[in-house]
């Protein structure tokens, strides 16, 4: 009995002291919980891909704290026979029919926004293309948003297949955005488009002149179609690109508009050399562009080409 006694005694006590220890662990926990969500909800509003937990996970990880994100939690579209169907089932508003089918690439990734779609490329860094839906009220409205220059790494990506701010830091090349930071119609979907999964380095003259005169015609356009106009933009490399930063962001060597009227079933294709010397030239068919790329962004069967 008295054997029994000390037993129970002893585990009392061994007990009282590990709650005893534990308690301020405990409590320094609720505390950095509670800073990490207030943080999160003060901070998704406005970069809502932008928080990057995974800067945090070492730490959160010490505390005895499973890891809370994963990195490649942007989903991959299914190969077939070398090519790529991608799927966008969270976004599918995006896109006038059929997804798009592309070439397949090492970690494309799909990634939906509030306002436009991104199947992003892990090997470039940059977007294979990005798709917008557009019609005049959105036009309407993003001439009151004010623009944000907020750059930010897009946090769904896994850090070795993603572009970081320091690498356009003194490349000579500027941020160009694939949706154009015009076209949007909220607060949020401004900030959304200033992920760098949104970017492609891109020669600070072009950008400036001939290819923003082509956003802006794209916008008089869509101002004065009858419905929705889907627009898709994207970059096109040479076999051996040159890159930027730590991260290898390749360079592309041309860039690519395509404007398809879901109304009038429309198409034609801005191609652009990215260069200091490019002047805006007569589109190209979208026959011409699968030709050239391998990209099939439209249900082929049911165009009318331009030109």
């Not at 990506?157 to 949706?179: K, T, V």
Request: proline residues 7%.
């Amino acid at each position: 009995m008295s054997r029994k006694s000390t037993g129970r005694r002893g585990t009392k006590t061994s007990s009282r002291k590990k709650v005893g220890q534990s308690s301020p662990s405990r409590f320094l926990k609720s505390v950095i919980a509670a800073a990490l969500t207030s943080f999160g909800l003060a901070t998704a509003w406005l970069h809502p891909q932008g928080l990057n937990w995974q800067s945090l996970e070492p730490f959160l990880v010490s505390l005895g704290w499973p890891t809370v994100v994963q990195q490649d939690s942007a989903p991959v579209p299914a190969a077939i026979d070398g090519y790529v169907q991608t799927s966008f089932a969270q976004c599918p508003q995006f896109f006038p029919g059929s997804r798009p089918v592309v070439p397949m690439a090492y970690a494309q990734r799909e990634l939906c926004f509030s306002a436009f779609a991104i199947l992003h490329s892990g090997q470039t860094k940059t977007p294979v293309f990005v798709v917008q839906r557009l019609n005049r009220q959105q036009i309407q409205s993003a001439k009151g948003v004010k623009r944000t220059d907020r750059f930010y790494a897009e946090g769904r990506l896994p850090q070795a297949e993603r572009a970081e701010l320091n690498d356009y830091r003194g490349s000579g090349f500027s941020r160009g955005h694939m949706a154009p930071a015009g076209d949007m119609a909220s607060a949020q979907s401004m900030a959304q488009s200033f992920s760098l999964a949104n970017m492609v380095p891109q020669n600070q003259a072009h950008n400036a002149g001939p290819w923003n005169k082509i956003e802006a015609d794209t916008r008089k356009y869509v101002a004065r179609a009858a419905g929705n106009v889907y627009v898709f933009t994207g970059p096109v490399y040479a076999r051996r690109a040159a890159s930027i930063g730590s991260s290898q962001v390749a360079v592309p060597s041309h860039l690519f508009k395509l404007v398809y009227d879901a109304s009038t079933r429309r198409s034609w294709v801005h191609w652009q050399a990215n260069q200091a010397s490019t002047r805006v030239s007569p589109p190209i068919s979208y026959e011409e562009f699968v030709r050239r790329t391998g990209l099939h962004l439209l249900p082929d069967s049911s165009l009318k080409t331009l030109g």
